[in-house]
């Protein structure tokens, strides 16, 4: 697996929570696959954390850019940073 500081680990964690943030924005700004993602999960979360994560995220659309319905339109809370690519702006 690549190598990742815990600042990252932390980030790609809570990525992969996050209902509304597709598997592809991991691969765009960490490089990491969708199965080097779930595999990352498991080594990082208690058992029964990786059972519940896997449960919510399987099947869920909005996990797969390719499944969504749409393109435009999200919502982006103001006090979001602004990430492109593998840097993450500051305020």
């Known amino acids: 697996m690549k190598h990742l500081n815990p600042e990252q680990i932390d980030r ?3 990525m992969a929570w996050e209902d ?10 960490f490089n990491l696959k969708e199965q ?3 595999n990352l999960m498991r ?3 208690k058992p029964g954390s990786f ?7 399987s099947g869920r659309k909005t996990k ?3 499944l969504r319905n749409f393109t435009e339109g999200r919502f982006k ?6 990430i492109s690519n593998n840097s ?3 305020r």
């Open 64 to 66: 797969h850019a390719k």
């Open 77 to 82: 809370c103001s006090r979001q940073k602004s």
């Open 88 to 90: 993450i702006s500051k």
């Open 51 to 57: 059972k519940l994560w896997r449960k919510r995220v």
């Open 20 to 29: 509304r943030t597709p598997f592809d924005a991991i691969l765009l700004q």
């Open 36 to 38: 080097e993602v779930i």
């Open 43 to 45: 080594r990082e979360m």
């Open 12 to 14: 790609i964690i809570e």
